[in-house]
């Protein structure tokens, strides 16, 4: 006996040392000694679990089990096994097994949460975590997975502790700091997550994943060079992870140099053609390029890989607005897709309505001046929630800031939900304005539509839809009983959870209300009050109007400065058609694309192909708003791209003085510039077809003095007007949200 003894203690010594053969020798002699011993069958069966083999392993700690079922280590191995073997149900009975036996088995609550995490069954994994930590003080591993899968639930907050406990009981533990940089990035914290993440590269500098988080960390602080190096490092150190060349197509991407983002994304598709995010990326690039059906292309594989993308999912919805012959029954069918997907599961937990006498006192919609204001504000407080992270000189922000601004002047309380963490000179009046300035970008949607609940506001109001930095995943849980779209997207959001739509009569003509999920809420003039440019002195001088550059003698110049997205081969044919019939004119487009020159090039091979010579276009790229209000200046007639409209460059055209010839449809993001000329009264640019399209731009070719009137006047009817009276718009949008809120039909 004592001899066995011994021979188990050696191995038991080998074992510790990691000298598992040598290990495994003493424990087979000891069963040949004692065919059936408990503790050798078992320490055999680990070796086997340590050496890759859990098949072995589960069959030898079995034999353990059967010797002696009262032990917790071999019921905690055997499940460990089970789990290696891919049957975590399996795997967690054991675990739990263990625990009847040993219910402050600290080892086995962290296993247990293993199983329980493999089997999709988080909650549980946490709880599991948790009590392993509790148990067993310093436990750095269990606050490490406790951290993991609480950031997969969506509460960050409370993985961001779990970490920062991991690394606090184990400094040296690399990947907890790895992990918790990534989840300040996906927190909107980029400068700790950055500094985050250099704590774990100082540990280990070749760790590929802290690399690549950190280009994204740095991307975002604005140090463009230094992302780029610490992608091309994280690609360097491991070209065979996805998230390397990820993060390096991101950071080229931001940069503008589209070409070699989407050779960066195709090198990572040709090493991993299932890589969804990889076919999203691209798919964003090549939309950003105007190539619309390599975009639809790619989202649409992307979401073939991962049906669960809601990001992928938004901007295939958004990019049928962009599609030639489009209609309001394809958009609102492309945005209930959505809803059905991404919307539909939360329909069970929605807040519920509540009635309330604020609406008693509701003010007409026409209704205007002092009174309508003193009426508005009598019919009691309304506390109205508007989400965004454009909050800061973007054009939803613009759209909205001055109507914001006018909002409390008719019992309105403010709260901004901030989705952003940049800020700006409209930033500061978006606070000034509210009551309660909140920042949400580091909250998931549960997380912050739980918040939102908790605060209870009568009205929540989205800025953005499914554009960048919207939210639909919080709308669609409608933590607000009445929810509100208004500004930011050019469409319906397809959400049953949606109340309303902020328009007017020009966007959503009478009659097209079957088209949207959402109540239309018409307001007088355009559905936003445009906040243009204008105030200090640098501006003012920049913003100086200028004759008509054909009455200076050049020639006629036509501008484009909308997205390329926007442009298609209709478009063309009819720029096309204007150039043929004037032989001299000129073309100047200006874009962000256009920086990049592989994109330029495409361009000016797509205008040759369509009839227009190379030397009668001139390119510019991207630019300060200021210069970017200076070419305005420099064209004598801008040409609308068609379906999709001009917004904000269609009213910082008109602000310079030029007329915007457009060809409206019928669904709201082919009506911006049609309404907001009809705002500002200005006649002779919308057209009913391709061929009245190239007349009326012709017109305007040839009357250099209705250019310049037209440039002498058109400002001050703009600033003077509705299309900028964020009072008479705070009027109406207040009287709606109270018949909103009173249930009003």
Not at 338 to 362: E, F
Not at 533 to 548: D, I, N, Q, R, S
Not at 731 to 745: F, K, P, S, T, V
Request: with cysteine.
């Amino acid at each position: 006996m004592a001899t066995i003894q011994e021979a188990l203690n050696a191995a038991l010594a080998y074992h510790q040392a990691g000298r598992l053969a040598e290990a495994a020798a003493l424990y087979h002699a000891v069963l040949d000694a004692a065919p059936g011993h408990a503790d050798a069958a078992h320490l055999l069966g680990v070796v086997h679990l340590q050496s890759g083999e859990p098949e072995r392993a589960a069959a030898l700690i079995r034999t353990a089990i059967q010797a002696n079922h009262r032990v917790a280590d071999y019921h905690d191995n055997l499940g460990s096994a089970l789990k290696a073997l891919g049957r975590p149900e399996d795997a967690a009975a054991a675990h739990r097994q263990a625990l009847r036996l040993r219910p402050d088995f600290a080892q086995a609550l962290y296993n247990l949460g293993n199983a329980l995490e493999a089997l999709g069954r988080l909650d549980e994994a946490a709880a599991a975590f948790r009590q392993a930590a509790a148990r067993k003080p310093g436990y750095a591993k269990a606050r490490f997975n406790l951290g993991n899968v609480l950031a997969a639930l969506g509460r960050r907050e409370e993985a961001d502790s779990a970490l920062r406990a991991a690394v606090a009981d184990d400094p040296g533990f690399v990947e907890a700091h790895a992990n918790r940089g990534q989840l300040l990035l996906a927190m909107s914290r980029p400068a700790d997550a950055a500094a985050t993440l250099a704590r774990a590269l100082a540990l280990r500098p070749d760790h590929a994943p802290a690399l690549a988080n950190l280009a994204a960390a740095l991307l975002a602080l604005g140090e463009r060079e230094a992302a780029e190096r610490a992608a091309r490092r994280a690609v360097a150190v491991r070209p065979d992870r996805d998230e390397a060349l990820l993060r390096l197509g991101e950071v080229l991407q931001q940069g503008n140099r589209l070409g070699k983002a989407a050779e960066v994304y195709a090198a990572a598709l040709v090493r991993n053609p299932a890589l969804a995010e990889a076919h999203a990326s691209l798919a964003l690039v090549r939309q950003i390029q105007g190539l619309l059906d390599a975009a639809e292309a790619g989202n649409r594989r992307a979401l073939a890989l991962d049906p669960g993308l809601a990001d992928v999912r938004s901007n295939l919805a958004y990019l049928q607005l962009f599609r030639p012959g489009v209609t309001l029954a394809a958009v609102l069918a492309a945005h209930r897709d959505w809803d059905a997907v991404h919307g539909a599961p939360h329909r069970g937990h929605w807040a519920r309505p509540r009635r309330s006498a604020r609406g008693k006192g509701t003010v007409a919609v026409a209704a205007k001046g002092k009174a309508a204001a003193q009426a508005t504000a009598a019919a009691g407080p309304l506390t109205v929630a508007i989400l965004s992270g454009d909050f800061r000189r973007h054009p939803a922000g613009l759209f909205a800031v001055r109507t914001v601004e006018a909002l409390p002047a008719q019992g309105i309380r403010l709260a901004l939900y901030a989705n952003q963490t940049d800020s700006d000179d409209v930033t500061d009046r978006f606070r000034r304005a509210a009551e309660r300035w909140i920042p949400v970008a580091g909250l998931s949607d549960a997380e912050l539509a739980a918040r939102i609940r908790q605060d209870r506001p009568d009205v929540l109001i989205d800025l953005a839809g499914h554009n960048a930095r919207g939210r639909p995943g919080v709308f669609a849980r409608k933590p607000a009983a009445v929810q509100v779209a208004w500004s930011g997207y050019m469409a319906t959001t397809g959400l049953a959870a949606m109340d309303a739509l902020v328009a007017d009569r020009h966007h959503v003509p009478e009659g097209m209300e079957p088209f949207y999920t959402e109540r239309i809420l018409r307001l007088p003039g355009a559905f936003i009050a445009y906040d243009p440019p204008g105030g200090l002195p640098v501006e003012e001088e920049a913003l100086a109007l200028t004759p008509p550059p054909c009455l200076t003698g050049a020639p006629v110049t036509f501008g484009y400065f909308n997205i390329l997205t926007k442009l298609n081969d209709a478009v063309l044919a009819a720029w096309a058609a204007i150039f043929a019939r004037l032989p001299q004119a000129r073309l100047l487009m200006k874009t962000k694309a256009l920086s990049c020159p592989d994109t330029a090039a495409l361009w000016r091979a797509r205008l040759t192909a369509a009839g227009i010579a190379p030397d009668r276009v001139t390119m510019a790229g991207g630019s300060s708003s200021l210069d970017h209000m200076r070419h305005c200046a420099l064209v004598d007639v801008a040409l609308d791209p068609f379906p999709f409209s001009g917004s904000t460059t269609t009213l910082e055209t008109m602000w310079m003085g030029v007329p915007v010839v457009t060809l409206p449809g019928e669904t709201f993001s082919s009506r911006h510039s049609l309404a907001f000329l009809s705002v500002a009264g200005v006649e002779g640019c919308v057209a009913a077809d391709p061929a009245a399209y190239v007349e009326r731009a012709v017109a305007w070719a040839s009357d250099p003095q209705g250019l310049a009137e037209l440039r002498r006047t058109l400002r001050a009817r703009m600033a003077e007007g509705p299309l900028c009276d964020g009072p008479r718009q705070a009027i109406a949008l207040a009287g709606e949200l109270r018949r909103l809120c009173a249930g009003d039909a």
